[in-house]
């Protein structure tokens, strides 16, 4: 993050609240969910954003659809787990938000989602913008603005 103090919240963007690339969990999508789920368990995330071959975006997927995939009626079907892939399964109805985008614009897009995929223009990923980087930079803005 590159905010400096005398920044108002009107100029943030999401480029300067948002987790880069390079340091989020992800999966690709023709990892078996094997794969997916130890990524998700391992790294304690509830979901991840899924990945082509040339890292452009294409979805996420999460432990409850994975789970839910495997349910049978009787048991859990671990050979599901091998067998099948993260594009079988991935949620790819997802919002997107670019680096130049507005803290408004951020703000209202984690109101449904606990986090969403940063894209450039050809859609290869930036990174994300979390749930918690947005409220934690509302709690520092609300203390500045008191304090001035
Ligand atoms: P969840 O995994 O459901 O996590 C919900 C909240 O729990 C997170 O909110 C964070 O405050 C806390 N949390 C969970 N796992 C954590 C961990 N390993 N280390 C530190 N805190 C953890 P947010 O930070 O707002 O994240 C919202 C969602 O964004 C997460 O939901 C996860 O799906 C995704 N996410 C966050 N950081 C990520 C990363 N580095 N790589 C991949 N996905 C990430």
Excluded: W
């Excluded at 989020?24 to 094997?34: C, G, K, S």
């Excluded at 979901?47 to 975006?57: M, S, W």
């Excluded at 894209?119 to 290869?124: A, N």
């Amino acid at each position: 993050m590159s905010i400096t103090q005398d920044q108002q919240l009107t100029d943030i963007v999401i480029g300067d609240l948002m987790i880069s690339s390079e340091k989020v969990a992800h999966v690709q999508l023709n990892n078996p969910l094997e794969h997916a789920l130890l990524v998700l368990v391992k790294s304690g995330y509830s979901a991840v954003p899924v990945l082509d071959a040339t890292y452009k975006l294409v979805g996420t997927i999460g432990k409850t659809v994975i789970l839910n995939e495997i349910l049978g009626l009787e048991r859990f079907e671990f050979e599901k787990l091998s067998e099948m892939q993260v594009k079988d399964i991935m949620n790819t109805e997802i919002p997107t938000l670019s680096k130049d985008d507005t803290f408004m614009d951020g703000l209202k897009s984690v109101i449904n989602y606990p986090f969403v995929c940063v894209t450039d223009d050809e859609g290869y990923f930036d990174g994300i913008l979390t749930r918690r980087a947005i409220l934690k930079y509302m709690r520092k803005d609300y203390y500045l603005s008191k304090n001035m």
